[in-house]
T-cell receptor, first 115, second 114 residues
Framework: DAGVIQSPRHEVTEMGQEVTLRCKPI?????LFWYRQTMMRGLELLIYFNNNVPIDDSGMPEDRFSAKMPNASFSTLKIQPSEPRDSAVYFC?????????????FGPGTRLTVL | AQSVTQLDSQVPVFEEAPVELRCNYSSSVSVYLFWYVQYPNQGLQLLLK??????LVKGINGFEAEFNKSQTSFHLRKPSVHISDTAEYFCAVSPSGSARQLTFGSGTQLTVLP
């Protein structure tokens, strides 16, 4: 299995530009999570989907952030317009459904730098 | 809501020495507890988990952790570390019954010195 795939691995952009981060979950997984990791705030859950439907977006910091999951194998996290304080590593994770515990598998992350 | 406190941000230790990484949590409901490891430029990998049952949990790479409900702790231990254990370690908690909403600690950087 290829695991969770994220692209790009690194993104450098200028303030005010639109940024789109991409994620392909593990095949057969029906939960998808977006996390952000910064030195100041650590690892935070931004949003998660179940069967392509957003379940909890309470961690999305501002209206500048939006996430979509048009199908079971693809999700995007968009920042428009980007700001320097958005610089962070963004992780995508996926898991299967079912009762009780199901491990979340993390992708390698996208390191975003906003100048 | 849950919260996690990792008491040490950095832990340097010599190779083959024992190590303990400390984790305390706060929750008004019963919880699942986890330790993840993050190697440089990689995503998080599950090291071990406590769901129920025995309070001593064994994970990969020789790590183990003990759940102490009275002290609300879940400390990670390894009797003898290797250079390859150098990484950042995260403690996490979720409400029991589901691991959808993980709350992570701030992380502990373990550096194993030769």
């Amino acid at each position: 299995d290829a695991g969770v795939i994220q692209s790009p691995r690194h993104e450098v952009t200028e303030m005010g530009q639109e940024v789109t981060l991409r994620c392909k979950p593990i095949s057969g997984h029906d939960y998808l999570f977006w996390y952000r990791q910064t030195m100041m705030r650590g690892l935070e859950l931004l949003i998660y989907f179940n069967n392509n439907v957003p379940i909890d977006d309470s961690g999305m910091p501002e209206d500048r952030f939006s996430a979509k999951m048009p199908n079971a194998s693809f999700s995007t996290l968009k920042i428009q317009p980007s700001e320097p304080r958005d610089s962070a590593v963004y992780f995508c994770a996926s898991s299967i459904a079912g009762g009780g515990y199901n491990e979340q598998f993390f992708g390698p992350g996208t390191r975003l730098t906003v100048l | 809501a849950q919260s996690v406190t990792q008491l040490d941000s950095q832990v340097p230790v010599f190779e083959e020495a024992p190590v303990e990484l400390r984790c305390n949590y706060s929750s008004s409901v019963s919880v699942y507890l986890f330790w993840y490891v993050q190697y440089p430029n990689q995503g998080l990998q599950l090291l071990l988990k406590y769901l129920s049952g025995s309070t001593l949990v064994k994970g990969i790479n020789g790590f183990e952790a003990e759940f102490n409900k009275s002290q609300t702790s879940f400390h990670l231990r390894k009797p003898s570390v290797h250079i390859s254990d150098t990484a950042e370690y995260f403690c996490a908690v979720s409400p029991s019954g589901s691991a959808r909403q993980l709350t992570f600690g701030s992380g502990t950087q373990l550096t194993v010195l030769p």
